[in-house]
């Protein structure tokens, strides 16, 4: 299977149309999704999980708020959930720049029909939790919006999954590890590409 992107190209920069941080002054970027397509499926094919998955993220919340303390490219990272979708239709083969996402909505977008399947929660909703004016469930796609002070370049995968069956169970609202205990045992082929950003100088 063969993962591309009209986007961006493989492990080069995103363009900040596609990211939800657009500048190291917190200024807001498209949050587009970007274009997607893919090929030389396996004819079994019942299904696609679609995941966008930071692996770069700092793992110390405090030092992500301290501005004014660069974080080291050594510092321990850990994975952030941009997006995700199960349950895509065997016939899909192709998203379109900006179908699922196109600017911020304040307290995550509804749970929606990304590419014919369905949307799960990405990791914002984490984020901002308590957070009196951003708080709330975040599903489908919001973009990267890596710390400015964080001196790692961040590398932002995204992950392809072709099931052998057409719906996954998952809890109504889904999450990155749910989606990957549910497909465990039904993946016939995985394709990934990945893009990098950074807002550090």
Request: proline residues 7%.
């Given at each position: ?28 970027g ?23 998955i ?41 998203i ?31 984020w ?13 796609y ?5 710390p ?54």
């Open positions: 299977m063969h993962l591309h992107s009209h986007s961006f190209e493989h492990r080069q920069p995103l363009p900040a149309e596609f990211a939800l941080g657009a500048d190291a002054g917190r200024g807001v498209g949050n587009r999704n970007p274009h997607l397509a893919w090929d030389e499926v396996p004819e079994a094919t019942r299904s696609f999980v679609l995941l966008c930071d692996t770069d993220a700092p793992t110390d919340g405090a030092l992500v708020a301290d501005a004014a303390t660069p974080i080291p490219v050594a510092h321990p990272r850990g994975d952030f959930v941009h997006w995700l979708v199960a349950n895509i239709p065997a016939s899909t083969r192709e379109a720049a900006g179908s699922c996402s196109d600017g911020l909505t304040a307290r995550g977008k509804p749970q929606a029909h990304d590419a014919g399947g369905v949307s799960g929660l990405n990791d914002y909703t984490g901002f939790a308590g957070d009196a004016t951003m708080g709330g469930q975040y599903f489908g919001d973009g990267p919006y890596p400015p002070h964080d001196l790692r370049t961040h590398r932002y995968f995204f992950r392809l999954f072709a099931l052998d069956v057409a719906t996954l169970a998952l809890p109504a609202a889904f999450t990155a590890a749910d989606a990957f205990r549910a497909m465990h045992g039904h993946v016939l082929a995985e394709a990934a590409i990945h893009g990098t950003y950074s807002l550090h100088g």
